[in-house]
């Protein structure tokens, strides 16, 4: 089975940083992408950042130029680094991977349960 674990959240002040981690685990082939979504109260949740097994990332408008993505293949695990914390930004972040397992025949999208990432003074 796959599972998608985050870490990393927590309480940081405006302008503060925070680095995500999202370690998938299981009999994984390959990884088409990998990426960060988030969900604040009241809002749908919305894409971050994503990085396909390419090497090309996509932001959100309101995280470009300070958010960043990353991924170690060897470890099966993404980040996310977060510059310049902003009040809106605090949401809950989920991490999503599409892969493929080694017994599976096609790509399946995974969600992790989640991590609460907090900018307040």
């Known amino acids: 089975q796959v599972q998608l674990v985050e870490s990393g959240g927590g309480l940081v002040q405006p302008g503060g940083s925070l680095r995500l981690s999202c370690a998938a685990s299981?009999?994984?082939?390959?990884?088409?992408?990998m990426g960060w979504y988030r969900q604040a109260p009241g809002k749908q949740r919305e894409l971050v950042a994503r990085?396909?097994?390419?090497?090309?990332?996509n932001y959100a408008d309101s995280v470009k130029g300070r958010f960043g993505i990353a991924r170690d293949n060897a470890k099966n695990t993404v980040y996310l680094q977060m510059n310049s914390l902003k009040p809106e930004d605090t949401a809950v972040y989920y991490c999503?991977?599409?892969?493929?397992?080694?017994?599976?025949?096609?790509?399946?999208?995974?969600w992790g349960r989640g991590t609460q990432v907090t900018v307040s003074s």
């Open positions: 990085i396909t097994s390419g090497g090309n990332t």
């Open positions: 999503n991977a599409d892969l493929t397992q080694r017994s599976g025949l096609r790509s399946d999208n995974y």
């Open positions: 299981g009999s994984i082939f390959s990884f088409n992408a």
